[in-house]
């Protein structure tokens, strides 16, 4: 049987260096995300929940999920529609994004000017074994964002083009999306609770006074 | 279409009285004043999701930031939610969605069948308690219990509106 093209590529692990060109995932999401002191965030599971603990610490704004994967940009959109005064950041692996990539459309025809994804592109399935994901493939997640009608989308591969999406994502009247593609580099897994109760809890008395 | 039964307004009201805040729904024929109340109410976000799960890790977000938020879903869409549940019963979340039912009473769609009866031991293997509602003069009290068990002591509920109160869909031998 001839080879079919549409097999990935094998993949057995992470890089052992970010490649010239490449942005580191740690830098870029820190640079991204700015002062995230006044700021709402909820991540996807693995890696953007580890890229958001690096940058803001183990904070009582940033609500981390370590399951239901894909959930993380629909529970950003009911976060910025119950707190329109905030900024609300969703920060989410294309992995996570590929699994419920129906909710672009859902966020983009209601379109809250208080909500900024971010989509922390590997091109990899970093947590389960580093396979191949779609957009190493060709799909291209910031095209889905737009066919999704988000009005502000923007693709970042350099660094030089970090402070102007940062500034996009931090100021437009209007939901902005930002695909930053880093490097398959394995960045460590940083502890905290793992209890979305006790979290749950945590971010209510911080935002609202009481749980 | 004929007209609505007078519990669909009542229901809609009732939940504007408890202060949601938040509609999700895929559009679905036995929510239909509650939809399209949804939409005509500027005091209400009217959440036209793609798939139910979406609905589900809403309602977590909605909470988070201090808003109540409900989700309209035909029995059919609870298959699509299982996943997303554990964010509610592992995260202790409020949660309420209205279901009408498909696949029970007078179905005339065999591929109803599976997920209907499927739909109550799924909601209730996820960790929530279920509600059945089979008459009119019901659902005004289910609903406000309901609201109670979700708001007031943070459970998972979910009202099973059933075909002997929706009716079941009429199908010719060559429908749908």
């Not at chain 1, 260096?17 to 995230?36: C, F, I, Y």
């Not at chain 2, 009201?13 to 805040?21: V, Y």
């Not at chain 2, 005091?43 to 309209?72: K, N």
């Amino acid at each position: 049987m001839s080879k079919m093209s549409s097999k990935p590529g094998l993949r057995t692990g992470p890089e052992e260096k970010v490649q010239d060109g490449m942005l580191e995932r740690r830098h870029a999401v820190k640079t991204l995300l700015g002062d995230t002191s006044d700021i709402l965030i909820v991540t996807g599971l693995a890696g953007a929940k580890d890229d958001v603990l690096a940058a803001a610490g183990d904070v009582p704004n940033a609500y981390t999920l370590s399951g239901a994967m894909g959930a993380a940009t629909a529970m950003g959109l009911g976060l910025a529609l119950a707190q329109p005064k905030k900024r609300v950041f969703v920060v989410t692996g294309e992995g996570e994004l590929l699994m419920n990539v129906g909710t672009l459309a859902t966020v983009g025809v209601l379109n809250p000017p208080n909500l900024s994804i971010v989509c922390v592109d590997n091109e990899r399935y970093g947590e389960t074994g580093w396979q191949e994901s779609h957009t190493g493939r060709g799909v291209d997640m910031a095209k889905m964002a737009e066919g999704g009608c988000i009005p502000n989308v923007r693709t970042v591969t350099k660094e030089s083009e970090l402070k102007d999406a940062g500034q996009m994502l931090r100021e437009s009247n209007g939901t902005s999306f930002v695909l930053v593609k880093v490097a398959p580099t394995d960045a460590p897994s940083i502890h905290r609770s793992r209890d979305a109760s006790w979290h749950k809890g945590r971010f209510r008395e911080a935002l609202l006074g009481s749980n | 279409m004929a007209d609505a039964p007078a519990w669909q307004d009542q229901l809609y009201d009732l939940l504007r009285q408890e202060n949601i805040t938040q509609f999700s729904y895929v559009p679905d024929a036995g929510h239909r004043i509650l939809i399209n109340r949804s939409i005509a109410d500027p005091d209400v976000h009217s959440v036209s999701v793609t798939t139910e799960e979406e609905g589900v890790a809403l309602q977590a977000g909605a909470h988070l930031g201090g808003a109540r938020s409900v989700l309209l879903m035909q029995s059919s869409g609870v298959g699509n939610c299982v996943n997303f549940f554990s964010l509610i019963q592992h995260g202790r979340f409020p949660f309420l969605t209205f279901v009408s039912m498909r696949g029970d009473f007078g179905e005339g769609n065999p591929w109803q069948f599976a997920m209907g009866q499927a739909t109550q031991p799924v909601l209730e293997a996820s960790g929530i308690t279920c509600v059945r509602v089979d008459s009119p003069e019901d659902v005004i009290p289910t609903a406000k219990a309901a609201c109670t068990m979700a708001y007031q002591s943070e459970q998972a509920v979910a009202v099973l509106l059933t075909q002997k109160l929706l009716g079941a869909k009429a199908f010719s031998t060559g429908g749908a």
